[in-house]
């Protein structure tokens, strides 16, 4: 769409320029003539003749035309740079908002990691119970044989 644009600006540009070179030569017979009051004429002020007056009209239309096109490519311009910094700022945010989540997910699995691990026996239920029994049976012998040599002296 910008390269169509900025075609048609160009041959705009080209066909003003070839319109106002092909009409300065009609600049040659412009006659502009000030009057005061009291001359013949109807007001004080300037009189133009027709060429004067028709150059006078060209040159604003082409003026408002040109300020036309230079207003347009100018909004357009910073319209594009202020998309672009809106798209970089939006992929900025994307990454950061993807890395975010990342790290939240990292860190949910660790907190369930030392969950599991702060919460998990050190030791089975089944050797606690075998290490009581062997220490309430080798308790019983030692009572026993220190009851014995007790006993026997």
Excluded: H
Aim: charged content about 20%; proline content about 4%; hydrophobic content about 45%.
């Amino acid at each position: 769409m910008n390269i169509f644009r900025n075609k048609i600006i160009a041959w705009m540009t080209c066909f003003f320029f070839s319109s106002f070179m092909i009409i300065s030569p009609a600049y040659a017979d412009e006659e502009v003539a000030t009057v005061s009051e009291g001359e013949p004429a109807p007001f004080s002020g300037t009189l133009f003749n027709t060429e004067a007056a028709a150059r006078l009209l060209v040159n604003l239309e082409t003026n408002q035309e040109l300020c036309n096109i230079e207003c347009t490519r100018k909004t357009d311009e910073v319209t594009a740079t202020m998309q672009l910094e809106i798209d970089i700022l939006q992929a900025s945010r994307d990454a950061l908002q993807l890395r975010y989540d990342e790290t939240l997910v990292i860190k949910n699995s660790q907190i369930d990691f030392f969950e599991r691990q702060a919460t998990k026996p050190k030791i089975p239920p089944e050797v606690i119970f075998a290490i009581g029994v062997l220490s309430g049976v080798a308790l019983t012998i030692g009572s026993a044989y220190a009851m014995g040599q007790v006993a026997g002296n």
